[in-house]
């Protein structure tokens, strides 16, 4: 089994910066996609980015194309959500998933974090 722990939510103005990390455990971590996706209050979990265990491929959805970067240290069992150019359409709760397929489907991870708050004021 893998267990996820996410970390790095806050508050920030619109324009900045959060870093989230999701450290997760067990030896199958480097054989996993990681995906990160958000749920605003009342709406449905959508998808934000995916990384392939080697660091490859990487995907965003359009949404947050040139302003979020997806990352791992596989030796530190960690992932980053680097997210920059924050707007208050932005603030979710921020949950990392994996999964042993590549999707963006939220229904399809096995494995989930308790969540991050991102709050982005204006």
């Known amino acids: 089994q893998v267990q996820l722990v996410e970390s790095g939510g806050g508050l920030v103005q619109t324009g900045g910066s959060l870093r989230l990390s999701c450290t997760a455990s067990?030896?199958?971590?480097?054989?996993?996609?990681m995906a990160w996706f958000r749920q605003a209050q009342g709406n449905e979990r959508e998808f934000v980015s995916l990384?392939?265990?080697?660091?490859?491929?990487?995907h965003y959805a359009d949404s947050v194309k040139g302003r979020f970067t997806i990352s791992k240290d596989n030796a530190k069992d960690t992932v980053f959500l680097q997210m920059n150019s924050l707007k208050p359409e932005d603030t979710a709760v921020y949950y990392c998933?994996?999964?042993?397929?590549?999707?963006?489907?939220?229904?399809?991870?096995?494995?989930w974090g308790q969540g991050t708050q991102v709050t982005v004021s204006s």
């Open positions: 998933g994996a999964d042993l397929s590549i999707t963006t489907d939220y229904r399809k991870y096995d494995f």
């Open positions: 990384i392939g265990s080697r660091g490859y491929p990487t």
């Open positions: 067990g030896r199958t971590f480097d054989s996993y996609y």
